[in-house]
């Protein structure tokens, strides 16, 4: 079965640029979840989507916005890109069927360079 | 203070060691724990999830939970260098949407 995909898989951008990331999802999984890592750190949580819906969000400015698709993938749109938002960005897919506990899997994530 | 501690590393031991991996966290409310494996520029992969306190084992790895003190431990019996990579502790509250990553201890296992 086909894990968690991302695309791109690297992108390079300036700064005041405007970024699109797109996730796909474990087939049966409702539940979308995006993080950033930045070099030498763990994940950081930005956004949890389910059934369309916003369910959680981390403390990121409003830069960051997300949206979830009715085939359950969803896109991470990040505005006005400045240099600290250079990372690693994960996707995490989970069921959503049994609450807000559900295991999550990982994506390869896509690797966002800032310039 | 981080809501959850790890010691960076990095760490290099020799193949056949026994690994201890650990965390230290701050919220007692946190229910769920997970150990994460994660390979140079790639996705984080599952390794463990435990909700209670105590030992759970799988092959080569068991976790370890202590609520009382709020220690979480990964343990590597028989080391091998594809164990080679970086080791995410992570715990989540129940009813919350969000995983808390501790920053990741990178761990090399010498042939």
């Known amino acids: 079965d086909a894990g968690v995909t991302q695309s791109p898989t690297h992108l390079i951008k300036t700064r005041g640029q405007q970024v699109t990331l797109r996730c796909s999802p474990i087939?049966?999984?409702?539940?979308v979840s995006w993080y950033q890592q930045v070099l030498g750190q763990g994940p950081q949580f930005i956004f949890q989507?389910?059934?369309?819906?916003?369910?959680g969000r981390g403390n990121f400015p409003d830069r960051f916005s997300a949206r979830q698709f009715p085939n359950y993938s969803s896109e991470l749109n990040v505005n006005a890109l400045l240099l600290g938002d250079s990372a690693l960005y994960l996707c995490?897919?989970?069921?959503?069927?049994?609450?807000?506990?559900?295991?999550?899997?990982f994506g390869p994530g896509t690797r966002l360079t800032v310039l | 203070q981080k809501e959850v501690e790890q010691d960076p590393g990095p760490l290099s031991v020799p193949e056949g060691a026994i690994v201890s991996l650990n965390c230290t966290y701050s919220n007692s409310a946190f229910q769920y724990f997970m150990w994460y494996r994660q390979y140079s520029r790639k996705g984080p992969e599952l390794l463990m999830y435990t909700y209670s306190s105590g030992n759970k084992e799988d092959g080569r790895f068991t976790a370890q939970v202590d609520k009382s003190s709020k220690y979480i431990s990964l343990f590597i019996r028989d080391s091998q260098p594809s164990d080679s990579a970086t080791y995410l502790c992570?715990?989540?509250?129940?009813?919350?949407?969000?995983?808390?990553f501790g920053q990741g201890t990178r761990l090399t296992i010498n042939p």
């Open positions: 989507y389910y059934e369309k819906e916003e369910r």
């Open positions: 995490a897919s989970s069921s959503g069927t049994s609450g807000y506990t559900d295991t999550q899997y």
């Open positions: 992570a715990t989540i509250i129940q009813g919350a949407q969000k995983l808390v």
């Open positions: 087939s049966g999984h409702k539940s």
